[in-house]
């Protein structure tokens, strides 16, 4: 199982980027997906996740209004669409597939499989 992040990059607060996460070795259909970050200095935190359905999302709260987890079951990625970002953003983004039960669908143990990370910075 493989999961390629990208997109990451130097943005000025305000601007709006596009993370990918492309998913290759399981039934992409079959499994919730989920963005994560890690903070500098700060533990691994909870970001978006979609179930197999558009549908069906999840947000931290820091993040609803601004961010949007998609994806495309055609094409096995998942995206995470980020607009008014803040310097508070500046982090490692990790997308993560599982099949999480309800009470895990915004925690990291509900997610099995991880990608590498993409690192965005957001400067002042």
């Known amino acids: 199982v493989q999961l390629q992040a990208s997109g990451g990059g130097l943005v000025q607060a305000g601007d709006s980027l596009r993370l990918s996460c492309a998913v290759s070795g399981l039934t992409f259909s079959g499994y919730a997906m989920a963005w994560f970050r890690q903070r500098p200095g700060k533990e691994r935190e909870f970001v978006a996740s979609?179930?197999?359905?558009?549908?069906?999302?999840y947000y931290a709260a820091s993040v609803k209004g601004r961010f949007a987890i998609s994806r495309d079951n055609a094409k096995d990625t998942v995206y995470l669409q980020m607009n008014s970002l803040k310097p508070e953003d500046t982090a490692v983004y990790y997308c993560?597939?599982?099949?999480?039960?309800?009470?895990?669908?915004?925690?990291?143990?509900?997610?099995?499989?991880w990608g590498q990370g993409t690192q965005v910075t957001v400067s002042s």
């Open positions: 979609v179930r197999w359905s558009n549908s069906n999302t």
């Open positions: 993560a597939a599982g099949r999480p039960i309800m009470s895990t669908i915004m925690e990291s143990s509900g997610f099995g499989y």
